[in-house]
């Protein structure tokens, strides 16, 4: 899709559909809306009048050879209150936009941003949205796609606004997009499909087009180096681990200069291992490499986007599955930093995964680290499917992250740490085991993370719940979601 801003009137636009938002307190004084009205023979008007357009948050409706315009289309969307109007929210409008244009045919969209906030950021967001929600994984149906893609997104200004600089914002939210996109392909393709082979190869091909460079070791290299945590997790596997390592060496101005990792589970798919999950709904574990991706596309984006801080990107992929070589319940094994694990379940495989990528960030000089994983069913319980679970010893950084929320859209709500949570973890016969009780599960497999991430300031971000969605939504379909992706790029950029 060709994303650009055009400096015309919204009456001139020559499109299939033009999305023009309108705000569910709109005064019908409002001088924009009375312009609308009156090109458009008082149609919104009375449609907002007899109550059949109530302008609620995502509701449209979809006029016709709109009276006084070139469009083709007049779609009067729903924006909610003016009062919460953002950033985030300007993101899903234009992503509704682009969806209700695929529904209805419309190839030629134009999208008329509101005025109110910075004109840049809007353009910026609008293209990511848009991205968003053309989006449609259908990559695997070999006829019956449903609908088809928007290919032109103008974006409009009533007034404000400079050229270069519009274009300049639609540029970086088209990074974004597409990188949150590709997140959202790789944790939607199925694991017989999407390998920790083949997201190697994936990282390869499209980080080093994006300017990352790229390493990926080997089983023999991680056995050398003794990355027991995470071999343990493989072992059951025919499908070879992987250790994806993504780095952008940015400008190191001193020897000061933070050097940030960021760490993304990359189970390609989880089945347990030999503490079985149950079959139902065991398919979603193919998604559970979904930080993994976030981190993969992320380290793209900020390649793109030109970032001069030096972050490198590591993705511990592999998939757990049980069989005569699976590491078994009881069994114990030591990790990259020396400290013996007691494995009581196998099916806590992302803490052990991530244990020895934690280990090695930090022996690559890392002094900053993010995870994103989607680590326990426990966080769905605690915070549903509205906020992932944001853990960690690095106050500034959650702080950042909670405020940022409402420029990304993605939302997190920190859980506590207390370190009466660590004697859960307490082994008879190791350092530590890989599981507590049922109770703060959360928690405590944040807990311990931390073990291995020691002294070095540390964010970890759970987005079990958060990766998948289960209905499509006015701005989305369903399926992957690439959370994590806006998150990051937002935290460094
Ligand atoms: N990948 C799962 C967590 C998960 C659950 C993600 C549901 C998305 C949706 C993780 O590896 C896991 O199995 N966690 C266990 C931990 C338990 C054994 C302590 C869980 O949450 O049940
Ligand atoms: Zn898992
Ligand atoms: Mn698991």
Redesign the pocket.
Known sequence: MRIEYRSLHYFDADCDLLAYVIFEDAKPKDASLQRLNRKAGNLPASLLATGEFKAELHKTFLLHRPAGMKARNLLLLGGGPRQEFGLARLRELAGNAARNARRAGCRRVAFLLPQGLPPADCARVAAEGALYGNYEPDAYKTNDKKTREVEEYVLLLEKGGKAEELAAAIGKGCIVGSATNLARNLANDPANILTPTRLAEIAVVEGRQAGLKVEVLEREEMEKLGMNTLLAVSRGSDEPPKLIVLEIPGEKKSQKTPLVALLGKG?TF?S?GI?L?PGEKME??KA?MAGGAAVLGAMIALARLGTKKPVIGLIPAVENLPSGKATKPGDVVKSLLGKTVEII?T????RLILADAIAYARRRGATQLVDVA?????V?IALGKVNAGMMGTDQKTLDRLRTNCSITGEKMWQLPLDKEYRKELESEVADIKN?GPRWG?AIT?AKFLEEFAEDTPWVHLDI??M?LDHDERPYAAKGATGFGVRTLVQLLV
Do not use: C, F, H, R
């Not at 099916?347 to 992302?350: L, R, V």
């Not at 989607?374 to 426990?378: D, H, I, R, S």
């Open positions: 189970v989880d347990g503490s999950k979603e574990m559970d379940n099916d806590a495989e992302g989607t680590l326990t069913g426990a769905i599981v599960g497999a079990a719940g990766d």
